[in-house]
């Protein structure tokens, strides 16, 4: 397929070289030539002009029906990709929230008391959920957890789990049911297991509302595709379920009542079991509602749903069609005017050629934001016109390149600058597992935060937190550390890895260093903000661990696994309030000399046959 679409793109450029091979020539002897053969020659440069002009303007033709029909195909698909980030964005803000809740149901070190107001706390700050259902290992529902406004009172959970859903949630650590009909949008039920250890225990679920959904789908069908009830247009966008209901339309009532809409449009021999391909993606011409119309399905990455984003097809290819009578129409005009201006045109053809040669320069110099406009009436003038019509796509590219650098600056946010790197580069294996190697792990945990929320609102104790984590992942990538993950309200940070660092050991302290340095001005700030301080402790530990990827297929994270993490976050643990302990691996890793060590001797901890060497650092 590509080696044809190279031919036909070649065979235009051969015809349009031999067509600027043969003007010179003739022009050169329209100029030479004598006022007795001045009547022949401009008959010989009208029909020698004339074909030129036909033949670029069916290349022409060509040329943009395809980029017309590759531009259509490519914004359907960003569109749509555009929505499917959303759903899954809002499916997995869910999931988190359910993540998180079930974290505190099961932190055993958390008072009876305090669980419940901390559950209902989780689910009024995530805007995913407005309750949180509690279920058996059975799959009974026990209690709910409500988000404290009316909406949220009065959406109950189905009082029994599946097999299906709990097995999957067990496995996979969430699973989906089936959309099911809401007051402003159908709901989907999202259930996560409950963890100690590697024993499930229970389960949380919660019917989730697709409400942001449907009003993103509202919104890009009116902003992106210019859809409304006065536009005769079938609808632009739809997300169908694994039953091929509708859960997301232009139409809210269709949305809430799951229409099915199988075998229409693009579904037309689309079963329901195709969308579980989560990499399923086409497009095509299709009729719905009575309209011809190019849609584009895609599938989901983490559930059975897909969506559709379909353009009626005169629409669509507009743009074709007008080219199409423009170019018709500069044909039919150039063969009426050849005759009365073959004579004149070698004068004036100099001057397009020089405005398109420079303009071709500009392009070349990648100063897309020139444009060059010709008053010809002819091929010169249609070519000025495409001409600046790739120099503004190519200010679109350069702009898209701007965005993809942008989002790949986001990204590092998440993950790594050096896993970014090699993700980008297609360099990083992401399969699961890792390999072993030294490293130095540090825990930053917050003393007696229970107290500190208790005395804050839960977008007051977000936005501290947000502010505390902040400053402290600053300080571990000035280090040169990577930020493994935020477990509640601790850090835990990594030396070593994904890059290998001769002195990790010695980074490590110097990052617990500057976080107690940095304490003592953040809390001035908080203790006039907030009316409350900080306290934290830290552990650090040297030692072998496996590093690499660990989670599903589907959903992994870079991390660090062993016994020096463990012993890490045991040191962080016995820290009193403002203390750096350190193992004596570490101590032993970094010139002795930078640092201020008191030795505190050997301390048992839980979990291991040998004790530990501790020893504090000064600051």
Known sequence: MTEAKNAN???????????????????????????????KLTVIGALLAVVPIAVVGYALLDVNKHAVTTMSKEFRLA??????????GELQEGQD??????????????????????????VGSNEALDHVGVYGLDGHLIDVFREAVAAGARIRPPEQLSDRLREEASRENVAT????????????????????GDDVSGFVGSLVSLEDVQLR???????????????????????????LRIVAHPDPELAGALTSTSGQ????????????????????????????VVGTLITLQTLPWGVIAQIPRRHAYASFYTMRNIVIA????????ALLVAFLAAKQITRPIQELSSFANDLAARRFD??????????????????????ADLQASEERIAAEVAIRSDLGRYLPADLVDKVVKREQDMGLGGARREISVLFADVVAFTPISDKLSAEEVVSLLNEFFTILTEIVFRHGGTIDKFIGDCVMAIFGAPTPLEDHAERALLAADDMMRWLEAGNLGWKEKYGVTIEIAIGVNTGDAVVGNVGSETRMEYTAIGDTVNVAARLESIARPSQILASKAVVESVDASRFDFVELGPRQMSGRAEPVHIFEVRV
């Not at 569109?79 to 899954?88: G, K, P, Q, S, Y």
């Not at 159908?186 to 100690?196: D, G, N, Y």
């Not at 011409?285 to 309209?291: H, L, N, P, S, V």
């Not at 500069?330 to 005017?337: G, K, Q, R």
């Open 9 to 39: 793109s070649a065979e235009p450029k051969a015809e349009d070289a031999n067509a600027k091979a043969n003007r010179p020539s003739v022009n050169t002897q329209v100029r030479r030539a004598s006022i007795p053969f001045r009547a």
């Open 79 to 88: 569109v749509a990709n555009d929505l499917a980030r959303t759903i899954e």
């Open 97 to 122: 929230g359910l993540d998180a809740v079930g974290k505190i149901l099961t932190n055993a070190d958390i008072a009876a008391d305090s669980t419940e107001q901390l559950a209902n706390s989780l």
């Open 177 to 196: 049911g089936d959309a099911v009909p809401g007051a402003a949008a159908p709901r989907v039920l999202l259930i996560a297991p409950l963890r100690v």
């Open 217 to 243: 789908v509202e919104r890009l069908s009116e902003d992106r595709f210019g859809a409304s009830e006065t536009v005769d247009w079938p609808p632009p966008l739809m997300v169908v379920d694994n039953r």
């Open 265 to 292: 449009g693009i579904l037309e021999g689309v079963d329901a079991g195709a969308l579980a391909n989560r990499s399923l993606q086409t497009s095509g011409e299709a009729i719905y509602d009575g309209q011809e």
């Open 330 to 337: 500069t044909i039919i005009v150039a063969i009426l005017l």
């Open 370 to 391: 020139r444009r060059v406009t010709l008053t010809t009436r002819d091929e010169f003038g249609v070519l000025s016109d495409v001409m600046s019509a790739a120099a």
